[in-house]
C-alpha cells in the first residue's frame, strides 16, 4: 500500500481557508489523476495529467486548482469550497497514461468543509 | 455517455460461500476495458481483476472469476470461497480507449460484508 500516499489523510477546513492536498507515486509511473468519492455516488474522475501536462478536466470548478511539478507529485489546492466539497478525495497512477493502463489508487484525504 | 451501473448497494455471504457481484454497462463502443476494484475499510482501492472486452474468454484471478456478456453488456464478479478480508465496496468500472483520455468510468458501487 506504499506505492502511492497521500497527505493529509484527514482535512477539516472553512469555507474561507486555503489548503491542499498532496499525492505521491513510488511506482516511476507518468500519468495522475485526481477523483472526488463523495458518499453513495460513483468516483468522478477531476483531473488527469501525462508526462506533467494536464490532459483532462471534467469541468471541475475553479475553487479546485491542480498542479503537477514532476511525474511523481501531483497536489489539489483549495481555496473557497463550499461544504458540498467534502468529500474522499482520491489519487492514482498508472504507467502510461494509456487506457489499457490499470490505475494505482492512494488512501485518500477525507475532506470535511464547515 | 457510458454509464456504469450496479445494481446491489449492499450484499452478504457467509464465510466460505460463492456471491456474485453484478454490474452491467452502457456503451457503443466495441473495444473497451472493464475493471472490478477493492476498496476494503479505511484502505486504499485495489485491482481485484480486469477484462479486455476483445477477449472472449472470461478473466480469472485465484477466487475471482467475471462473467462477461458482451451483447448483454453485463460484467458479474464472482467470489468463490469468501473470506473475512474480502469484505469492502466493490466498485465496477469502465475504460473506453476511443475516448482519448483515461475517463475511467466507475458504478456507485456494493458494499460486500462477509460473515463469519
Known amino acids: 500500500e506504499t506505492g502511492v500516499t497521500q497527505t493529509p489523510r484527514h482535512l477539516v477546513m472553512g469555507m474561507t481557508n486555503k489548503k491542499s492536498l498532496k499525492c505521491e507515486q513510488h511506482?516511476?509511473?507518468?500519468?495522475m489523476y485526481w477523483y472526488k468519492q463523495s458518499a453513495k455516488k460513483p468516483l468522478e474522475l477531476m483531473f488527469v495529467?501525462?508526462?506533467?501536462?494536464?490532459?483532462e478536466n471534467n469541468s471541475v470548478p475553479s475553487r479546485f486548482s491542480p498542479e503537477c511539478p514532476n511525474s511523481s507529485h501531483l497536489f489539489l489546492h483549495l481555496h473557497t469550497l463550499q461544504p458540498e466539497d467534502s468529500a474522499l478525495y482520491l489519487c492514482?497512477?498508472?504507467?502510461?497514461?494509456?487506457?489499457?493502463?490499470?490505475?494505482?489508487f492512494g488512501p485518500g484525504t477525507r475532506l470535511t468543509v464547515l | 455517455a457510458q454509464t456504469v451501473t450496479q445494481s446491489q448497494p449492499e450484499m452478504s455471504v457467509q464465510e466460505a460461500e460463492t456471491v456474485t457481484l453484478s454490474c452491467t454497462y452502457d456503451t457503443s463502443e466495441n473495444n473497451y476495458y472493464l475493471f472490478w476494484y477493492k476498496q476494503p475499510p479505511s484502505r486504499q482501492m485495489i485491482l481485484v481483476i480486469r477484462?479486455?472486452?476483445?477477449?472472449?474468454q472470461n478473466a480469472t484471478e485465484n477466487r475471482f472469476s467475471v462473467n462477461f456478456q458482451k451483447a448483454a453488456k453485463s460484467f458479474s464478479l464472482k467470489i468463490s470461497d469468501s473470506q473475512l478480508g474480502d469484505t469492502a465496496m466493490y466498485f465496477c468500472a469502465f475504460m473506453n480507449p476511443p475516448s482519448g483520455n483515461n475517463d475511467m468510468r466507475f458504478g456507485a458501487g456494493t458494499r460486500l460484508t462477509v460473515k463469519p
Open positions: 477484462q479486455e472486452a476483445y477477449k472472449q
Open positions: 511506482l516511476g509511473h507518468n500519468a
Open positions: 492514482a497512477s498508472s504507467q502510461s497514461g494509456g487506457f489499457a493502463d490499470t490505475q494505482y
Open positions: 495529467y501525462s508526462l506533467e501536462e494536464r490532459v
